[in-house]
């Protein structure tokens, strides 16, 4: 059994982790590519054991289990990449947009009300004529691991709030339920990459949208399955309207 702690800096809501960057300290449990179901709002500041489950392995906080994970597999199967000025203009009209994504403007990695340096700032807006929602981003030194190299829970991070956004389903509020990612390469610090997503169907209330990472030469080293599911509580709607107001 290990422990983690994920910290202020790293929530999506503003009382709970993000989901991707979560998603990615529970997959170290995992050697190779990871799923994790998530069961519960990650809370901050506070210990997360992760330990053997009954299937796989499973995130504890006291008595709530947080999430599932489980060894997976990832298939992506991408439509064409914008170009580099559609990818800029995505980022542009994100900055622009009214609605959707201001419903969490602190989360830690599409909050545009994180300083430059705190949050990641990958603001993945719909390129022209594309399905595809795309940002660049360009990983600063304090997310390196002793090696030198981009940990894998900020690679999983970059990789999941696209995938919301890709969904274009404007004010409607959805909460990432399952992620699956495969970290083909970990970049160093300084390299300039493309966070890139697009949707890829629905269920009722589950939304399902999958993403990339690309690097200088627009070759994939990192890829994502998500499972988004769309609320239906308006108490737990307004509540989390309030708390990231």
């Known amino acids: ?35 994790v179901m998530l069961k519960a709002p990650p809370p901050l500041d506070t210990p997360i054991a992760l330990r053997e489950g009954e299937c796989g392995f499973e995130a504890v906080a006291g008595e709530t289990l947080i999430a599932n994970i489980e060894p997976a597999s990832v298939k992506v199967s991408p439509p064409p990449i914008p170009d580099d000025a559609a990818v800029a203009r995505g980022h542009d009209d994100f900055l622009k947009a009214e609605g959707g994504h201001q419903i969490i403007p602190y989360c830690f990695v599409c909050g545009k009300e994180r300083a430059p340096g705190d949050g990641l700032r990958i603001f993945s807006g719909p390129c022209p004529d594309s399905p595809v929602n795309a940002d660049f981003w360009t990983p600063a030194k304090d997310l390196a691991g002793e090696d030198g190299l981009v940990r894998p829970e900020f690679l999983w991070a970059a990789l999941d709030c696209p995938t919301a956004y890709a969904l274009r389903v404007g004010d409607t509020m959805t909460l ?7 970290i083909i390469r970990r970049p160093k610090p300084g390299e300039r990459l493309i966070a890139a997503a697009w949707r890829e169907g629905q269920d009722g209330r589950k939304h399902f949208s999958d993403s990339v990472l690309l690097d200088e030469n627009r070759e994939i080293i990192a890829a994502a399955n998500t499972l988004w599911v769309e609320l239906n509580d308006p108490a737990l709607i307004a509540k989390l309207r309030a708390e990231n107001a």
């Open 176 to 182: 990432l339920g399952r992620m699956a990612a495969e």
């Open 1 to 35: 059994m290990t422990e983690v702690v994920i910290g202020t800096r790293f929530c999506g809501p503003r009382t709970s982790g993000n989901g991707g960057y979560c998603a990615g300290l529970f997959a170290q449990m995992v050697d190779g590519t990871a799923a």
